[in-house]
C-alpha cells in the first residue's frame, strides 16, 4: 500500500483498502489465492492464540479456569492482530498522516468490517485454529513434573463446568478419558518417544552436515595443495612439519587436510626425507616414532597424489557433494517435520483423546 502526500488521496487509497474482501487480503497479508491465505493462516493460528486477548480465553496455558473459555476470544484476537497490521501499513513511516489513523479507528463500518472479517477468517479456518488450542491444553498437562501435579483447570475440561460440557465424550455419549492424569501419563510417554526420534534425526543431520562440509573442504584443500611451493614447505621448521601430522588437539586439522593432497613430487619428497632427518636425530624413542608418523605420512603423499590419483579424487568429491546435499536436505526436513509433530502422532489412544477434543471444543459456539 503506497501513501500519498495530498490527504484526499490518503483517504482514496484506504477506502480501496476496504472496498473487497480479495484487496483487503492482498495488501493486508500480501497472498493472492486461497492456499497462500492458508499457508498465511497456518502460521497465523498459533501466534493468534499467543495474544492476550486469547490468553484469557482460549490459551489453556494460561487459562485461570475452564469456566472462562470463550472461543469468541480467537476472533478478538485476530482482530487485534489484523488491526495492528494495519496500523503498520498506515504508519507515519509508511507516509500516511496520523490523521487517517484516526479516523479509520473511529469509523465503525470499516471496524465492523475486520471484525467480520476476523469471523470469517476463523469459521473458515476452525480447525487451524482448535488445533492451536488444543496444543495449549495438552502443553498445559504434559508441563507438570510428576502426574499428581496436573491441575484442576485440565480436570474441568474432562468434567464439564458451568455452562460448559465435558469435551472428550464420544458420539454414544460416553467418556474417552476420565482423569487429567490419565493423559499425562501418555503425554509423558509420547514425549520420550519423540525426543528419541528428535535425537536420531539430529544426529543424521549431525552426520551428513559433517559429511558435505568434509568433501567442500577436500575440494578446497585439494585446490590449495597444488599450490604449495618448495619454498614454503623450506622455510617451515622440522617440527613444525612434523605437528601438521601428528598433532592431536585439533588446531592443526585443517592445515594437515591440505598437507595430505601434497602432489607427488619434489615437495613431498623434501617433506618426507627432513623427517626421516628428524627420526634419525631424535633424542628419544617418543620422537623418533612421531617423526616416523610424519614420514610415512609424506611418503605416502608422494605415491599415492599423483596427478592422476589428485584428478581422481576431486572428481569423486566433486560428484559426491551434491548428492549428499540431497540427502542432507531430505535430513533436515525430516527433522523439522519431527519437530512440529504433536505429541498425538506417537500414541493412538491420546490421538482419539485430541480428537474428541477438536470435535466438542465450543461445539455449540461460534
Known amino acids: 500500500m503506497e501513501a500519498n502526500v495530498d490527504l484526499e488521496e490518503q483517504r482514496a487509497t484506504i477506502e480501496a483498502f476496504f472496498m473487497s474482501q480479495s484487496t483487503f487480503e492482498s495488501e493486508l497479508f500480501g497472498v493472492s489465492g486461497p492456499s497462500e491465505m492458508y499457508e498465511v493462516m497456518v502460521g497465523l493460528a498459533k501466534s493468534v492464540i499467543d495474544r492476550p486477548t486469547a490468553q484469557n480465553t482460549v490459551n489453556f496455558k494460561t487459562l485461570e479456569t475452564y469456566a472462562k473459555f470463550r472461543i469468541e476470544g480467537c476472533v478478538l484476537a485476530l482482530k487485534e492482530l489484523i488491526n495492528e497490521q494495519i496500523d503498520y501499513l498506515l504508519s507515519e513511516e509508511a507516509g500516511f498522516d496520523p490523521i487517517v489513523m484516526q479516523e479509520l479507528r473511529a469509523d465503525k463500518e470499516k471496524q465492523t468490517f475486520i471484525l467480520q472479517q476476523s469471523k470469517r477468517y476463523f469459521l473458515e479456518y476452525h480447525k487451524l485454529f482448535k488445533e492451536a488450542i488444543a496444543d495449549t491444553y495438552f502443553e498445559r498437562i504434559v508441563m507438570a513434573t510428576d502426574m499428581k501435579l496436573v491441575d484442576k483447570v485440565a480436570q474441568e475440561v474432562i468434567d464439564g463446568i458451568g455452562n460448559l460440557a465435558p469435551v472428550f465424550m464420544q458420539p454414544n455419549g460416553a467418556s474417552i478419558v476420565r482423569r487429567a492424569d490419565q493423559i499425562w501419563m501418555r503425554l509423558r510417554q509420547a514425549k520420550i518417544a519423540k525426543e528419541k526420534d528428535i535425537k536420531v534425526a539430529k544426529e543424521n543431520v549431525d552426520r551428513l ?53 601434497i602432489p607427488a613430487g619434489d615437495v613431498s619428497l623434501y617433506l618426507a626425507d627432513q623427517m626421516d632427518r628428524g627420526r634419525r636425530g631424535g633424542r628419544n624413542e617418543i620422537q623418533k616414532g612421531d617423526y616416523k608418523r610424519a614420514q610415512t605420512f609424506y611418503e605416502n603423499c608422494n605415491i599415492n597424489n599423483t596427478p592422476k590419483e ?28 519431527i519437530e512440529a509433530r504433536g505429541l498425538h502422532a506417537y500414541d493412538d489412544a491420546l490421538a482419539k483423546i485430541r480428537a474428541a477434543f477438536l470435535e466438542n471444543i465450543a461445539k455449540s459456539r461460534l
Do not use: C, W, Y
Not at 210 to 225: C, F, M, S, V, Y
Not at 239 to 252: A, F, H, M, P, T
Open 209 to 261: 552436515s559433517a559429511k558435505a562440509k568434509g568433501l567442500e573442504k577436500n575440494i578446497q584443500a585439494i585446490e590449495q595443495a597444488k599450490k604449495i611451493t618448495m619454498e614454503q614447505v623450506t622455510g617451515m621448521a622440522m617440527d613444525e612439519l612434523r605437528e601438521i601430522v601428528i598433532n592431536e588437539d585439533g588446531s592443526r586439522t585443517e592445515l594437515k587436510r591440505v598437507f595430505q593432497f
Open 310 to 337: 589428485l584428478k581422481n579424487k576431486l572428481d569423486m568429491f566433486t560428484a559426491e557433494l551434491p548428492k549428499v546435499q540431497v540427502n542432507l536436505d531430505a535430513a533436515l526436513k525430516k527433522h523439522k517435520e
